[in-house]
């Protein structure tokens, strides 16, 4: 893995999730894993900053009327319910803790759905970057994760899902996911272990 093709996707960052108030963050079973998740994803980024890794963020922004969603259902629904990440709110915004890295980071609008590469430029950006390996953080495992590490998978990229910067609704369905589904496509690793591989090709 050449961090010079690596491109990591940034999926939900934003204080609906993520915040200590967020509407969202009782969504994921164990509230201390969402700290865990930032705090590692945090780490990752520090760590690869001066890298040649390219660093995406892909926040879901709704209209007020949530036009998007013509029939809500499951999590869609309960954000709906919420008033989750409403255009223009404070919960749609990203978290400081990621605002903070400025320009290092790249974003890529327009998600309104599961699917980061849906609606997006998102194909466009890793195309005209060279991209070749896709790293894949985030909310949550078993929905946004899994549908944006997919259509990685199905555009060609290599896919590796950083299993420490994403939790999911349980504790069994994250792990789930990562032991079972995640393989079937691609690979779930710790932030440790891809530190490793980029560090290593680096060299």
């Known amino acids: 893995m050449n961090p010079d093709t690596t491109a990591?996707?940034?999926?939900?960052?934003?204080?609906?999730?993520?915040?200590?108030?967020?509407?969202?963050?009782?969504?994921?079973e164990d509230s201390a894993s969402?700290?865990?998740?930032?705090?590692?994803?945090?780490?990752?980024?520090?760590?690869?900053?001066?890298?040649?890794?390219t660093?995406?963020?892909?926040?879901?922004?709704?209209?007020?009327?949530?036009?998007?969603?013509a029939n809500p259902v499951g999590i869609l629904n309960t954000m709906k319910e919420?008033?989750?990440?409403?255009?223009?709110?404070?919960?749609?915004?990203?978290?400081p803790e990621?605002?903070?890295?400025?320009?290092?980071?790249?974003?890529?609008?327009?998600?309104?759905?599961?699917?980061?590469?849906?609606n997006t430029a998102l194909a466009d950006v890793l195309q005209d970057k060279g991209i070749t390996d896709v790293l894949v953080a985030g909310q949550v495992t078993s929905l946004c994760i899994d549908s944006t590490g997919r259509a990685a998978y199905e555009r060609g990229y290599d896919v590796t899902i950083l299993?420490?910067?994403?939790?999911?609704?349980t504790t069994t369905e994250h792990d789930f996911f990562c032991d079972v589904v995640f393989p079937l496509y691609g690979r779930a690793k710790t932030t440790a272990d891809v530190l490793s591989e980029l560090m290593e090709s680096a060299t």
């Open 163 to 169: 299993a420490d910067c994403t939790s999911s609704r």
């Open 98 to 118: 990621i605002l903070a890295f400025g320009d290092r980071i790249q974003y890529v609008t327009g998600k309104v759905g599961f699917n980061a590469f849906a």
């Open 34 to 53: 969402v700290d865990s998740v930032l705090a590692n994803t945090v780490a990752f980024i520090t760590a690869m900053a001066d890298s040649g890794v």
């Open 8 to 28: 990591m996707i940034l999926v939900g960052f934003q204080n609906d999730y993520f915040a200590q108030d967020g509407v969202l963050r009782g969504v994921v």
């Open 55 to 69: 660093m995406i963020a892909t926040p879901i922004v709704l209209t007020a009327d949530y036009r998007a969603m």
């Open 82 to 95: 919420a008033g989750a990440f409403t255009e223009g709110s404070v919960g749609a915004k990203t978290i």
